[in-house]
């Protein structure tokens, strides 16, 4: 056999074998992409694909309340347990980043927080991470260190280190190992902010939902819902929840950037397309929602034709100042103090994405109130500095928004997030295995504390009465009154009931100290209060009023309120009795008495008939002077 024949059969052989191998390596999986940059992508394509295959049955979430509001604090926090025994933080929950970090009791430039610092001694199952080749090394090439740096020039260092992390006694995930950092200097507005640090959830392998999902412990997807306008709060499930019916979907490349982005297209004012390029939405890094932002930057020429739109169809409102003198912002005046009578003012806002699919924005979705002029709100949309289209919290308030990693998507849906908190908090959710209740309670401000008194004497009862609780509340300035009729106001949108149904019983003052005792009566139109309504006793209320504690809750069932109805009639049936006779006798007798007079003063004002003698008067002589005349 000659050369070129040889060659001829290797070259065959090689085929074929390519071929053979090129078919295993592609029955279940679509062709490997490799990254031109790798440093700037998020996690590789393997494991994304590793990620899908995890089981086929649905895994245990980690149910966990958000606490906060997003224009009064800037953002908002959920609350987790580092260490055994556990320790409890407060952290801003942040879409934009990875790496979840604490303040550690060795740090020696760290702000003053809301809880005391991480003590890596007390926990027994702490332990710092050892310099290997996966991580960036400290100086000494012992531990591996981390540091990040924000947009606003801020800065956070210290140790890698691993312990258990719980999630909180309604989750029905157990405590696992994670990785998180143990802070040793922070600067800028991480020093001064009042939360303790940052819970990552961004793309990447330090991040809390990229740990857990390696572990198999949940699925690819996590969800967020942050409170309306001036309510707050909220919820946050870590792993995979149904997405419910109406809820509209964009694709998220995760390969666009190492954000969360959506596909968007074309924005709509009022039903009106603006008739924008949709490039305009697509530069740089493309459309993001960061939940660690608080407002909605888009590119100049976005920002125009939104600006003007909105301008174009609210005449009647009066174009002011802002609130700061050193921001050009876009406020309008005249709107009411109501927040939710500003939908009568203010156009609805639509963002369509590539699948023609459309995510309203209500007026609380791309306002905020103005802080010195009642009546009055704000553009909470602004000009980005480069071309990125960044979407804060502020466009997500009331909504459910679903990170749907594992199909790379984002789900939204307009909701009520107290609701959806309270649908999520169900009673048969079993508890974690880790012993959080241990560890001591916190005095944040507002402090919203589950009432010992709750409605855990109330299972499966549907038909509440009346529900009453007490609420103590410290103001900064003992000479400053809280508005209790806002506070009615917010107390009504967060139990979403009518502000007619809820009355201030009771009140008390001590200094700056107030105590408060409420209640919440069914509605005209209704006999009960709805159950829901009922075990409520979470409420959130704006830092504006101060900070406050829910002291006690009591929702009374139905039945026993007839009960004791009926219990307090038999007691006092003779007295009542007696007291409608007596009320019958005495009515009867001044009925009388007025008839009697009435017929005296008729016989005295009685006329004589003409015929009748009259006796003659004298007439009275004239005065001299008119007899003179």
Known sequence: MDRASLLLILLLFITTVSIFFFDLTTADESPMIFPLNYSSLPPRVDDIRRRRRLHQSQLPNAHMKLYDDLLSNGYYTTRLWIGTPPQEFALIVDTGSTVTYVPCSTCKQCGKHQD??????????????????????????????????????????????????????????SPQRAVFGCENVETGDLFSQRADGIMGLGRGKLSVVDQLV????????????????????????????????????????????????????????????????????????????DSGTTYAYFPKEAFIAIKAAVIKEIPSLKRIHGPDPNYDDVCFSGAGRDVA???????????????????????????????????????????????????????????????????????????????????????????????????????????????????????????????????????????QKPEFSEMADFIAHELDIKSSQVHLLNISSRGNEYRLKWGIFPAQSSEYISNTTALENRLRLPGQFGSYKLLEWKAEQKQKHDAFVRSWWEKHVLGVVAGVVISLLVTSAMIKLVLVWRRRKQEEATYEPVSAAVKEQELQPLSSDTSNA
């Open 116 to 173: 005391p610092k991480f003590q890596p001694e007390l926990s027994s199952s702490y332990q710092a991470l050892k310099c290997n080749p996966d991580c960036n090394c400290d100086d000494e090439g012992k531990l591996c260190v981390y540091e990040r740096r924000y947009a606003e020039m801020s800065s956070s260092s210290g140790v890698l280190s691993e312990d258990l992390i719980s999630f909180g006694n309604e989750s029905q995930l």
């Open 341 to 479: 009578e500003i939908h009568n003012f203010f156009p609805e806002i639509a963002m369509e994405f590539g699948n023609g699919q459309k995510l309203i924005l209500s007026p609380e979705n791309y306002l905020f109130r103005h802080t010195k002029v009642r009546g009055a709100y704000c553009l909470g949309i602004f000009p980005d500095r480069d071309s990125t289209t960044l979407l804060g919290g502020i466009v997500v308030r009331n909504t459910l928004v679903t990170y749907d990693r594992e199909n790379d998507k984002l789900g939204f849906l307009k909701t009520n997030c107290s609701d959806l908190w309270r649908r999520l908090a169900a009673p048969d959710s079993p508890a974690p295995t880790s012993p959080v209740s241990q560890n001591k309670s916190s005095s944040i401000s507002p402090s919203p504390a589950t009432s010992e008194s709750s409605t855990t004497d109330l299972p499966g009862v549907f038909r509440v009465g009346v529900i009453t609780f007490e609420v103590s509340i410290s103001v900064n300035n003992s000479s």
């Open 214 to 289: 390696d572990k198999g412990v949940i699925e690819d997807t996590f969800s967020l819902c942050y409170g309306g306008m001036e309510v707050g709060g909220g919820a946050m499930v870590l792993g995979k929840i149904s997405p419910p019916a109406g809820m509209v979907f964009s694709h998220s490349d995760p390969f666009r950037s190492p954000y969360y982005n959506i596909d968007l297209k074309q924005m709509h004012v009022a039903g009106k397309s603006l008739k924008l390029n949709p490039k305009v939405f697509n530069g740089k890094h493309g459309t993001v929602l």
